[in-house]
């Protein structure tokens, strides 16, 4: 799946409808000058705990992009030519499109890719990677689900008639 969304609801919809589907799901998503391209896979819990070395979703690294309150508060403009024209990078869509597609590209031509994401900045002339790391995704706050630890079961002592 592919999502470009202007709401973290709309956002939140995505990875909801997706829950069970063990799909991946690239996002992309942009500010003013600057934005975001994660690629994870969206599963339920149980298979989470199952499969660490899935690649997390945005959801899971970056848990406010989901955060549909936070829509209220958000006054970045939507992806509409006029208010874009005005307020946004003329060109921050296609350098995120760009992004998303090279990642798309290089994973149908390899079978992988080579991170779990990039950030894209306008304003500084960056382009950096998220490593396809467990030290790297918690750094943004993701730690690896660990399966629940179980809990010792009480031994009885059955009293023998005599």
Same mark, same amino acid.
């Given at each position: 799946?592919? $999502?470009?969304?202007?709401?973290?609801?709309? =956002?939140?919809?995505?990875?909801? @409808? @997706?829950?069970?589907?063990?799909?991946?799901?690239?996002?992309?998503?942009?500010?003013?000058?600057?934005?975001?391209?994660?690629? $994870?896979?969206?599963? $339920?819990?149980? %298979? @989470?705990?199952?499969?660490?070395?899935?690649? #997390?979703?945005? $959801?899971?690294?970056?848990?406010?992009?989901?955060?549909?309150?936070?829509?209220?508060?958000?006054?970045?403009? &939507?992806? &509409?030519?006029?208010? @874009?024209? =005005?307020? =946004?990078?003329?060109?921050?869509?296609?350098?995120?499109?760009?992004?998303?597609?090279?990642?798309?590209?290089?994973?149908?031509?390899?079978?992988?890719?080579?991170?779990?994401?990039?950030?894209?900045?306008?304003?500084?002339?960056?382009?950096?990677?998220? #490593?396809?790391?467990?030290?790297?995704?918690?750094?943004?706050? %993701?730690?690896?689900?660990? #399966?629940?630890?179980?809990?010792?079961? =009480? &031994?009885?002592?059955?009293?023998?008639?005599?």
């Amino acid at each position: 799946m592919i $999502g470009c969304v202007d709401t973290r609801a709309a =956002r939140a919809a995505i990875v909801g @409808a @997706a829950q069970h589907t063990r799909a991946y799901y690239l996002d992309c998503g942009n500010d003013t000058d600057r934005g975001q391209v994660v690629i $994870g896979q969206v599963c $339920g819990k149980s %298979y @989470a705990l199952k499969h660490p070395e899935r690649l #997390p979703h945005v $959801g899971e690294l970056f848990p406010d992009l989901l955060d549909a309150k936070l829509d209220a508060k958000d006054e970045t403009p &939507s992806c &509409s030519m006029a208010e @874009a024209l =005005r307020k =946004r990078s003329l060109v921050i869509n296609q350098a995120i499109a760009v992004q998303a597609f090279n990642m798309l590209w290089t994973m149908f031509r390899t079978g992988a890719v080579p991170f779990s994401g990039v950030f894209v900045n306008l304003a500084t002339g960056r382009t950096n990677p998220i #490593p396809l790391d467990p030290a790297a995704w918690a750094r943004f706050g %993701y730690e690896i689900p660990k #399966p629940p630890v179980k809990k010792a079961s =009480r &031994s009885r002592k059955v009293k023998l008639a005599a």
